[in-house]
DNA sequence: GGTATATGTAGATTTCCGTCTACATGTTGA
DNA sequence: TCAACATGTAGACGGAAATCTACATATACC
């Protein structure tokens, strides 16, 4: 338990624990540690991040069913100002879950290839 | 556009959209529609909303790799006070990320069967 | 029954993030 | 070149959510 910040009474309770269920809390520390250090746990928490909420969920369901969306179109579907989309956008472009290509004045933004998060 | 609620400036910015790249945004509204009003769409969104939180990842990420998890255990994986533990697997449990089980004093915590989202 | 213990709930506080306005940058056409 | 237009960036503001302390409820044991 030296890797993980427990005060004593929550040391006791995991030796309780352990005590009256059997449960053994020594691999605790590693299965912490496993968890966190993956590489792909900041990614994860990023993407999920991206994707949490209402406006840009609702782009990507769009975008799922839709091949490219011009973000005058985003604005028009979110109701939002121009600022508010573009900043959205972003969000959603450096998380990977969209790309973006510049057509003159206009910009489109897809769905990237590597989505792998389930749209409703 | 009846159905979308735009300004002038930005139904004028959709036809010079039209036609200047030939994007019909006639279909704009049904495929707002098409995305929000699907029954999955809240419940991808609560989803989404109870894992993007860091420290419930990391739990979920937890229990990935462990069959169940006890409150206690979860408390000293975080290091945060039992309420918030709480607090945060109330989240999951609601979202149907987790389920619990109680056994005398002990909750034990382990994923739903349906968990469909990829995990770290 | 009373006490100790584990965890759920409520409310206050702190932190985070969506949204806007204003400004900045890039593209187009006269 | 200049003006109009599309969209990116910065900072302020307000609301949402994480976190804590305190209280409440349930379980176990003497």
Redesign the interface.
Known sequence: ?AD???DQA?ER??ET?DE??G?C?E??PR??E???S?S??T???ER??A??D?KR??VL??L???KTL?A??V???L?VTHATVSHHMGTLRAAGLVESEK??K?VFYRLSDDV?????
């Open positions: 338990m993980l910040d427990i929550l309770r995991l624990l009256d269920v449960t809390c691999d605790l299965l912490v496993d968890a966190r993956s792909s746990f990614e994860h928490l999920y991040r994707i949490a209402e969920l609702l369901a769009m799922a069913r839709s011009c005058c179109e604005q028009a579907a109701g057509r003159g206009w792998n998060l389930p749209l409703p």
